[in-house]
């Protein structure tokens, strides 16, 4: 396994565009998240996922806003009527709840720029 | 709710040089604390962690000792290299495993 993955790794797009980003987590990880970084931050946390359950979703996930992970495998995020205010880093991280290590792996991330 | 306040930045050392970014904490129960690094064009790394109180928890020279007291995991270094430049990440999670991120310390260690 080669870890976390995300797809594509940068993406620019027009103002009210939409965008769909993909992340490939840790194949036994049951557990997956998606944070948004912007510059000078640190990642902040949007939803996550155990198995094919959204089991939370944070404020900062407007309704342009949605996730899925149909099969409790990867998982698509994504952004409609995009807004320049979208611009970031968006991050996505798997861990698994079962076993003592629980820890959290983070893929490279998708850099969104909106123009 | 949690939050994770640390050492603003940047940090600019000389090599050899010892490195200590500050890190507090607000959260609710017994969290879990980490320190995550990212290094220039890389994805966030976990550097170590610590899950209970007094537990020390260290990696490539890196440690940072659990504080309950303080509500506190600082990081430490004795001796930097050119190498350890990156951005570095204070967290924490509770129950939910929902992680809590500080702003970033970026450190840039010059030869």
């Known amino acids: 396994d080669t870890g976390v993955s995300q797809d594509p790794r940068h993406k620019i797009t027009k103002r009210g565009q939409n965008v769909t980003f993909r992340c490939d987590p840790i194949s036994e990880h049951n557990r997956l998240y998606w944070y948004r970084q912007t510059l000078g931050q640190g990642p902040e946390f949007l939803t996550y996922f155990q198995n094919e359950a959204q089991l939370e979703k944070s404020r900062l996930l407007s309704d342009r806003f949605s996730a899925e992970r149909p099969k409790g495998s990867f998982s698509t995020l994504e952004i409609q009527r995009t807004e320049q205010g979208d611009s970031a880093m968006y991050l996505c991280?798997?861990?698994?709840?079962?076993?003592?290590?629980?820890?959290?792996?983070f893929g490279q991330g998708t850099r969104l720029t909106v123009v | 709710g949690n939050s994770v306040t640390q050492m603003e930045g940047p940090v600019t050392l000389s090599e050899e040089a010892f490195l200590t970014i500050n890190c507090t904490y607000t959260a609710t129960g017994y969290p879990s604390l980490f320190w995550y690094v990212q290094y220039p064009g890389e994805g966030l790394q976990l550097l170590l962690k610590?899950?209970?109180?007094?537990d020390k928890g260290s990696n490539k020279g890196f440690e940072a000792t659990y504080r309950k007291e303080t509500t506190s995991f600082h990081l430490e270094k004795g001796s930097v290299q050119v190498s350890d430049s990156a951005v570095y990440f204070c967290?924490?999670?509770?129950?939910?495993?929902?992680?809590?991120f500080g702003a970033g310390t970026t450190v840039t260690v010059r030869a």
């Open positions: 610590a899950t209970k109180a007094d």
């Open positions: 967290a924490l999670h509770s129950n939910d495993y929902k992680l809590s």
């Open positions: 991280a798997s861990s698994s709840s079962r076993g003592l290590d629980t820890e959290a792996f």
